[in-house]
């Protein structure tokens, strides 16, 4: 019995624990790149439609709702958007912005800029298809 109680413990303690720690630690460094507004209205992966002037991104593995600062390592500008897309799927981008966010970190113009992505919350109740 005890020991049932042991295992029983230490899975909620990994259950609960595992999204602390993931919101805490997820950092990437890697390319961004900017929806073009011609997308504006179309579904996103998510199901929403995408809004140009929104701040919102798309990610290969986050799951959707989960916001994320993007920093222009360039200019140092940051931004917060909220994942519910995926992508992108050229190999060396790590991010797709909206527009509105693009402009924020000013790489518009640019097309693409280095960033640093950092996980600032996890979605209280990830669907458990949203990552993929």
């Known amino acids: 019995m005890k020991k049932n109680i042991g295992l029983f413990s230490a899975l909620l303690l990994t259950v609960f624990a595992v999204p602390l720690v993931c919101a805490q630690e997820v950092r990437q460094y890697g390319n961004a790149s ?3 507004s011609s997308l504006h209205g179309r579904k996103t ?32 500008k940051e931004v917060i958007v909220r994942v519910n897309d995926r992508g992108p799927f050229i190999k060396s981008r790590i991010i797709d912005l909206s527009r509105a966010a693009a402009i924020t970190l000013g790489i518009l113009n640019m097309g693409t800029a280095r960033v640093s992505l950092e996980v600032i919350s996890l979605p209280v109740s990830a669907d458990p298809g949203s990552s993929s």
């Open 34 to 36: 900017w929806y073009a």
């Open 45 to 76: 992966a998510s199901g929403e439609c995408y809004d140009k002037d929104g701040f919102t991104g798309a990610h290969r593995n986050l799951p959707f709702g989960t916001l994320v600062k993007v920093r222009n390592l360039y200019n140092g």
